[in-house]
C-alpha cells in the first residue's frame, strides 16, 4: 500500500486536514483571548459613563434642592411679613399710610404667589430628576452585576482557553511532525498569506474556499491523485470531495482510525499534565 501513490497521497491530504482541524480551533481560541479584554473594556467603560451620569444628576438634584429651600424660607419670610403688616394696619394714623401699607402688603402677595408657582415647578422638576436618578442608578446596578459576572467569567474562560491551547499546540506539533516538509511548508506559506482556511475540498469542480469553478484540465489532474494542487483562483491546498468518499473513504479509514486513536490517547495523557500546569500557574497569578 506504501507503493500505492495515491495512497501515499490521500495520507498527505488527511494529514493536512487534520491540521487544519487544529489551527481552526486554534484560531477560534485566539480570538476569544483577544475578544475577552475588548468586552471586559466595553463593559468598564459603560460602567464609568453611569458613574458619570450619576454624578451630574445627583450635583442636580442638590442645586435643585438649594434652590427650594431658598423658596421655602423666601415664602415663609414672605408670609410673616404679610402677618405682620396685617397686624400692623390697626395701628395706621391716617388714610394715606393705611393705603400705602395695603399696597406694600398687596405686592407683597403678588410676590408670594409668584414665588408659590416657582416652588410649584421646581417640585415637579426635581420629582422628575429624582425619577430619572432612580431609572439611572438601576441600570447601574445591573451593568455592575453584569460586570462582576464577567470579571469571574473572564478568568475561567481565560484559564480554560489557554490551557486548550497548549494542548492544541502539542496537537499541532504532532501533526506536523507527520507531514512531509515541502508539503508542510506550503501548508505555512499559505497559513501566514491566507485567511483560514489553507486546505479546502472541490465539490463538482468548485473550489470550498473561493467558491470558484477549477479549469478542467486542474481539476483532472486533481482527480488524479497524484500531487497536492493549489486552487489556481485562491492558492488554497485542495483535494477532491470524492477521494474521501465512498470506497475511498474505506482505503483510507484505516490509517484514520489509527491516527485519531493515537491523538486521542496522547491528548488524554497531555490533557492530565495541563491541568496541573494550570493548577501552578493560577497558584502563580495570584
Ligand atoms: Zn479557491
Known amino acids: 500500500m506504501e507503493d500505492n501513490p495515491l495512497s501515499m497521497y490521500l495520507e498527505q491530504i488527511e494529514q493536512l486536514v487534520v491540521l487544519q482541524k487544529v489551527d481552526d480551533e486554534i484560531i477560534v481560541l485566539e480570538q476569544e483571548l483577544e475578544n475577552l479584554p475588548k468586552e471586559l473594556a466595553d463593559l468598564e467603560s459603560q460602567n464609568d459613563d453611569f458613574d458619570h451620569r450619576l454624578e451630574l444628576l445627583a450635583d442636580k438634584l442638590d442645586i435643585l434642592k438649594t434652590q427650594q429651600k431658598r423658596l421655602n424660607d423666601e415664602v415663609e419670610d414672605n408670609a410673616s411679613k404679610i402677618k405682620k403688616s396685617k397686624s400692623k394696619l390697626m395701628m395706621a394714623e391716617n388714610t394715606r399710610e393705611y393705603h400705602a401699607m395695603m399696597r406694600e402688603m398687596d405686592n407683597m402677595e403678588k410676590l408670594n404667589r409668584t414665588r408659590e408657582e416657582e416652588r410649584i415647578a421646581l417640585t415637579e422638576e426635581l420629582e422628575r430628576q429624582k425619577d430619572l436618578s432612580a431609572e439611572v442608578e438601576a441600570q447601574a446596578k445591573e451593568l455592575k452585576e453584569t460586570l462582576e459576572t464577567y470579571k469571574t467569567s473572564i478568568k475561567k474562560r481565560t484559564a480554560a482557553a489557554k490551557k486548550r491551547l497548549t494542548i492544541l499546540g502539542k496537537q499541532r506539533d504532532k501533526a506536523c511532525s507527520v507531514v512531509p516538509k515541502p508539503v508542510l511548508g506550503r501548508y505555512e506559506f499559505i497559513r501566514a498569506r491566507i485567511s483560514n482556511p489553507v486546505i479546502v475540498s472541490v465539490i463538482d469542480g468548485v473550489c470550498s474556499g473561493c467558491h470558484i469553478?477549477?479549469?478542467?484540465?486542474?481539476?483532472?489532474?486533481?482527480?488524479?491523485?497524484?500531487?497536492?494542487?493549489?486552487?489556481?483562483?485562491?492558492?488554497?491546498?485542495?483535494?477532491?470531495?470524492?477521494?474521501?468518499?465512498?470506497?475511498?473513504?474505506?482505503?483510507?479509514?484505516?490509517?484514520?482510525?489509527?491516527?485519531?486513536?493515537?491523538?486521542?490517547?496522547?491528548?488524554?495523557?497531555?490533557?492530565?499534565?495541563?491541568?496541573e500546569d494550570v493548577a501552578i500557574d493560577d497558584s502563580g497569578d495570584k
Open 213 to 275: 469553478l477549477i479549469p478542467p484540465q486542474i481539476f483532472n489532474d486533481l482527480q488524479k491523485g497524484e500531487q497536492i494542487i493549489s486552487c489556481p483562483n485562491c492558492q488554497r491546498l485542495s483535494y477532491w470531495c470524492e477521494h474521501f468518499s465512498g470506497e475511498e473513504k474505506a482505503f483510507t479509514s484505516e490509517g484514520k482510525a489509527r491516527e485519531a486513536a493515537e491523538l486521542k490517547s496522547a491528548e488524554a495523557a497531555e490533557a492530565a499534565e495541563d491541568i
